[in-house]
């Protein structure tokens, strides 16, 4: 009964990483008033999250981050809105370097649904985020946090700021 327990918590491991990252999307979304790509899109995702789920079992585990994330958005036709949150984010990331706690600031700084949860992102595997977002996630090291990633999107501008709790099968 243990085995079977621990291949199930396998199985579902994808799934419970993804689900902070969906419901970011989800959130954007609506934000953006794109509820016929949210029809689409929200099945979509929970068919692919069920094929990782199924398929994972019996290969190599795959290298996995604990995260966290800030995120401060602005609109891209505002020039004011988009200097507003450039300096937002440039003074999180000064409280960070001057030894802020990453989970505090993204609970109460962060203007992403997931800052709720002090921006927790749960475990992360390769190929789930944007490859710009993956790429900085999976080069930091445990208690390290990124650079402000900037995004331009038709929709939004979105400044982050990624950290690293924690790493596995690396």
Known sequence: MKNARGRLEIRLRPMIGL????????????????????W???PLVFLLVIGVAIIGPGRKP???????IIVVQANPSDPEDIERARKKANEIH???KTGAN?????????EALSASHRGDMGWIGKGVLPKNLEDVLFKLEPGQFSEIIMDIGGESVVFRILYVEERRNF
Request: aromatic fraction near 2%.
């Open 19 to 38: 689900n902070n990252v969906i419901l970011g999307v989800v959130e954007g979304l609506v934000r953006m008033r794109m509820t016929k790509i949210l």
């Open 40 to 42: 689409l899109a929200v």
């Open 62 to 68: 795959q290298p996995e981050v604990k995260g966290r």
């Open 94 to 96: 000064e409280l960070l």
């Open 102 to 110: 990453f989970a505090e600031l993204a609970g109460s700084k962060s």
